[in-house]
């Protein structure tokens, strides 16, 4: 039995996308607490998100509303067939509250 947990199947930006999912107005710190990376690194990942147009952030007052791209095409060829909806809807917990369209 492989005991090595030093590598996942989904990389930090599918993570930090799984949290915002979650919860669109979560501080940043806690999506690093949760990820297990720096909060400069969860906003170096959220800019580039941006770039791509995956993420679009809106200011809620003192806060940060996150609007993630559903329809969005991974961008990868080998799974550009699926949306960023559709990574998320699979490995987001059903227990989150909220759903996706995917």
Not at 19 to 45: F, H, K, N, W
Not at 73 to 87: A, F, I, M, Q, Y
Request: aromatic letters at 4%; hydrophobic letters at 35%; glycine letters at 4%.
């Amino acid at each position: 039995m492989d005991t090595n947990h030093s590598w996942t199947f989904f990389s930090n930006y599918a993570h930090v996308l799984v949290c915002l999912a979650d919860d669109p107005s979560v501080r940043l710190r806690d999506v690093a607490l949760r990820v297990g990376i720096t909060e400069r690194a969860v906003q170096r990942i959220i800019g580039q998100l941006e770039d791509a147009r995956v993420l679009t952030r809106v200011r809620d007052g003192r806060r940060n509303h996150y609007e993630i791209d559903m329809d969005r095409p991974l961008r990868h060829p080998l799974e550009s067939h699926k949306t960023v909806g559709s990574l998320i809807s699979m490995v987001q917990d059903p227990r989150s509250g909220r759903k996706t369209d995917a």
